[in-house]
C-alpha cells in the first residue's frame, strides 16, 4: 500500500484516512508533492504556447494540489496534537516551503506570463471570478518581490527563508514553555474554588502524571484560577508565569527571535518599495495604511481607558476593604472583578456553568447555523487525528456541504488559544469539493465539560469562522471562505457570537447538565445584564497589544522589542492593573507567522463591522430570513471573489464608524474630556 498522504483522501466523507497516517509517512509524502509541485509550476513557465488564462492563471491555481493535501494534514496535526518528530518536521518543512515560494515568485519566465495578462486583461473577456483570481495572481507575484532581480531577489530570498525557520523556533518555544509549567495545589489551596475549576485541576494533574491537582499555563485553567483563588500569592505565582511564556531565558527565550523577525520584516519592506512592514502589509487590507488603523484604536482607547481606570479605582477599594495593601495588580483584577459581578449582577459563574456544557452549546451553534442558513449537523463516526475529536456531516435540504470537525479540549500537545483551519477547502475547480473544516479550541476538559460564558463566546466565535467555509460557494480554492483581507476575516467570526446573547437561544439551549431543567429566568436575565461587563478591561488589554503591534511595524524595527513595548505602553498611559493581553515573547499572532503581523488591529476593525451588521438583525429580527440570505449571498459565500469593503457595502449599502462598537461595548458614556488620557502610539 502507497503513502497514505498521496492521492485523493480516502477516509469516510473524503476525510484523511487517520488511523493509516504516521508521522514517518509526512517526510516521504512531501518531497513527493514539493517535487510534483515543482515540476507543474516549471512546465507552465516553460510552456510553448501564448500565455492564456487558462494555460497560465487557471493552471498556477491548479497546480501543487497534492503538496496542498499533505500540508492541510501535517500543519493542523503539528498545532493541534504535536510531537518532537512533528517539530522536528516543521523546522525542515518551513525552509523548504520558503524556498519553493521564492522560487515560484522569482520565476521571471512565469511572471512574464502572468504580468502580460495583467497587461492584457481588459480584453481577455474575463468573468468577474477570472478576473478577480488575476489581480490576486498578480498582486501575490508583486509583494513577493518578482519584479527584484540581482542583489535585492537573493536578499529577499534569505530572509523569507530565515523568517519561516524564525517563526517556527518562536511557536515550539512557546509550546514548550507552555508545557513545562504547572503549579500543584495542596488541599488548602482548593478551598473557595468552584467544583468545576477543582475538577479540572484534578484531570490536569492526572494527565500530566501528578497524583494532585496543578494549575497549567491552558488559558482555561489559569483565567479562571485567577478569577476564585482568594490566595494573591498563588495568583501571582500563576500569573508570572503565564507573563513568563517565551521569556524565561534558555533555548526557549524568544525575545532575541522577535527582535530578528522585526528586523527582517522591516528590510523585506524597505527591498519591496515601502517605508515600513506596516505600509506593506495594510496595502491590500481594508485599512490601507497604517494612520488609519492608528485612528481606530485610538478612538476606542480613550473611552476605554477611561472605564478601565473608573474600575480599577472600584476594584482598589475591594482590595483594601479585604485587608491587602498595595496597588492593584494585574493578578488582582480578574478576582476582584469577579467578586464585583457576582455583587452588582447577583452572578457566580458557578452557578452559570452548569447550564453551559459543551455539548449544549454546540447544539446552540448549530440550531443558530440551522435557523439561519438552513444547515443541519449529522454526527458521524470516523477515525480522526485524535480520540477528542468529533465530526459532522454538514447537510443542506439533504444534500451534504461539508464537514465540520470539533477538537475542544485543551491538552499538553496542543498549542493554547482557539482557531479555525480546514483540511480542504471548498471549489469548483478543476472539481466541485466540500470543504472540511476544523474547530480547535483549549476547554478544560470534564465528566461533563461545563463552559465560563467567555468559553461559549469562544465556541461561537470560531463557529463563525466555520461557517465562512462551510457556506463558500465559488469557483477557485484560493480565494474561498476565510482567504479573505486579514482586517475582514474576524467579521463572520466576531458576528455570529452576537446570536449567543440572544435570549431565545439561551432559553432553548442553557440547560442543567444533570437535570436537563432550562436556566432559571431571572439568571438568563442576570447573565446578558452582564454580559459588557468589564468591557474596560478587556478593550484595554486588547488594544495594548494592537497598538505595541503597530509601533513595531511602522516605521524602522526596534532593536530592544521590550524596550519599545514598555514605551508604547507608558506612551498610551496603560493603567498598571491591566497587562497586555499578548506580550511580546507570546505574542504568537504577530511573531510565529506574519499572519497577523502589522495586523491585530483586525480584530478591532472587523467588530465595527459586526456590531454595524447585527444592528440590521436586531432592527429587523436576529433570524430574519431575508437578511440572513442576504448575509450569505453578500459576504459568507463570497470569499475573496471581492474586495473586502465591496462584500460589506453589498450587504449594508455603506461602511460603519465606531458609534455602533462603542455602544455595544458599553464604552459610549466613557469618553473623556478634551485633553483627557490617551496619545499618540508612534
Not at 59 to 77: C, M, Q, T
Not at 414 to 431: N, Y
Not at 446 to 454: E, F, I, N, V, W
Request: some cysteine.
Amino acid at each position: 500500500m502507497g503513502n497514505p498522504l498521496l492521492g485523493d483522501h480516502d477516509g469516510p466523507q473524503g476525510l484523511p484516512p487517520f488511523d493509516r497516517i504516521g508521522d514517518g509517512d509526512f517526510a516521504p509524502a512531501f518531497e513527493t508533492a514539493l517535487a510534483e509541485a515543482r515540476a507543474e509550476v516549471a512546465a507552465i513557465a516553460q510552456n510553448p504556447e501564448p500565455p492564456s488564462f487558462a494555460n497560465t492563471v487557471e493552471a498556477l491555481e491548479a497546480s501543487g494540489r497534492a503538496l496542498d493535501r499533505v500540508l492541510s494534514v501535517f500543519y493542523p496535526l503539528a498545532a493541534a496534537d504535536s510531537t518532537p518528530k512533528r517539530q522536528e518536521l516543521q523546522r525542515d518543512f518551513g525552509p523548504k516551503l520558503a524556498a519553493f515560494s521564492s522560487d515560484v515568485h522569482g520565476d521571471k519566465a512565469l511572471f512574464a506570463r502572468v504580468r502580460s495578462l495583467w497587461r492584457a486583461r481588459e480584453g481577455l473577456g474575463l468573468g468577474p471570478e477570472q478576473a478577480r483570481l488575476l489581480e490576486l495572481t498578480y498582486r501575490r507575484f508583486v509583494r513577493a518581490g518578482a519584479a527584484l532581480d540581482g542583489p535585492a531577489e537573493a536578499r529577499l530570498r534569505e530572509i523569507m527563508a530565515r523568517l519561516s525557520e524564525l517563526g517556527t523556533r518562536f511557536t515550539q518555544n512557546l509550546l514548550a514553555d507552555e508545557a513545562d509549567w504547572h503549579m500543584e495545589l495542596e488541599a488548602a489551596d482548593l478551598e473557595e474554588l468552584p467544583d468545576f475549576l477543582v475538577a479540572a485541576a484534578r484531570a490536569a494533574g492526572r494527565e500530566r502524571g501528578r497524583a494532585v491537582p496543578v494549575i497549567t499555563l491552558s488559558r482555561s485553567l489559569i483565567v479562571p484560577f485567577l478569577q476564585y483563588s482568594p490566595r494573591r500569592e498563588l495568583r501571582e505565582r500563576a500569573f508570572r508565569a503565564w507573563e513568563a511564556r517565551g521569556a524565561r531565558g534558555g533555548e526557549t527565550d524568544n525575545r532575541a527571535i522577535a527582535a530578528e523577525i522585526l528586523a527582517l520584516r522591516a528590510e523585506r519592506a524597505r527591498l519591496l518599495g515601502h517605508d515600513s512592514f506596516a505600509a506593506f502589509k495594510l496595502e491590500p487590507e481594508m485599512a490601507g495604511e497604517p494612520a488609519a488603523v492608528r485612528d481606530l484604536l485610538m478612538q476606542v482607547w480613550a473611552p476605554a481607558r477611561a472605564r478601565a481606570v473608573a474600575d480599577a479605582a472600584v476594584l482598589s477599594e475591594m482590595m483594601q476593604a479585604d485587608g491587602n495593601g498595595g496597588d492593584l495588580r494585574p493578578w488582582d483584577w480578574r478576582y476582584y472583578a469577579e467578586k464585583r459581578r457576582a455583587a452588582e449582577h447577583d452572578l457566580d459563574e458557578a452557578a452559570v456553568k452548569p447550564y453551559l456544557s459543551l455539548d449544549s452549546m454546540i447544539a446552540a451553534a448549530f440550531d443558530v447555523a440551522n435557523r439561519l442558513f438552513g444547515l443541519q449537523f449529522r454526527e458521524i463516526d470516523a477515525p480522526l487525528y485524535h480520540p477528542d475529536c468529533r465530526a459532522w456531516e454538514v447537510l443542506r435540504d439533504g444534500r451534504q456541504v461539508a464537514v465540520f470537525i470539533g477538537d475542544y479540549f485543551a491538552r499538553a500537545s496542543k498549542r493554547s488559544g482557539a482557531w479555525c483551519t480546514v483540511l480542504r477547502r471548498q471549489g469548483k475547480v478543476p472539481r466541485a469539493q466540500v470543504p472540511v473544516v476544523v474547530n480547535v479550541c483549549n476547554f478544560a476538559k470534564g465528566a461533563p465539560t461545563l463552559l465560563s460564558y467567555d468559553d461559549a463566546r469562544t465556541l461561537f466565535h470560531e463557529f463563525g469562522h466555520a461557517l465562512h467555509n462551510i457556506l463558500s460557494d465559488v469557483v477557485y480554492e484560493s480565494m474561498s471562505g476565510t482567504n479573505v483581507a486579514r482586517d475582514f476575516v474576524e467579521l463572520p467570526s466576531q458576528l455570529f457570537e452576537h446570536w449567543l446573547e440572544v435570549p431565545e437561544v439561551l432559553r432553548e439551549h442553557a440547560r442543567h447538565y444533570s437535570t436537563g431543567a432550562p436556566m432559571p429566568p431571572e439568571l438568563l436575565e442576570r447573565v446578558l445584564a452582564a454580559a459588557n461587563f468589564d468591557q474596560g478591561f478587556q478593550t484595554v488589554e486588547y488594544l495594548a497589544s494592537a497598538l505595541v503591534d503597530l509601533a513595531f511595524h511602522d516605521g524602522p524595527a526596534p532593536a530592544d522589542p521590550m524596550a519599545r513595548q514598555s514605551q508604547v505602553l507608558e506612551d498610551i498611559g496603560m493603567p498598571p492593573g491591566i497587562a497586555m493581553r499578548h506580550a511580546t515573547p507570546h505574542f504568537a499572532h504577530v511573531f510565529a507567522g506574519d499572519g497577523y503581523a502589522a495586523g491585530y488591529y483586525s480584530y478591532m476593525w472587523s467588530e465595527v463591522m459586526d456590531a454595524d451588521a447585527f444592528a440590521a438583525f436586531a432592527a429587523a429580527g436576529p433570524f430574519d430570513p431575508k437578511l440572513a440570505k442576504s448575509l450569505e449571498r453578500t459576504i459568507l459565500s463570497r470569499g475573496n471573489a471581492a474586495e473586502a469593503a465591496d462584500l460589506y457595502r453589498a450587504f449594508r449599502g455603506r461602511l460603519p464608524g465606531v458609534e455602533a462598537l462603542l455602544k455595544g461595548r458599553g464604552l459610549a458614556l466613557h469618553a473623556p474630556p478634551p485633553g483627557g488620557a490617551g496619545g499618540d502610539a508612534a
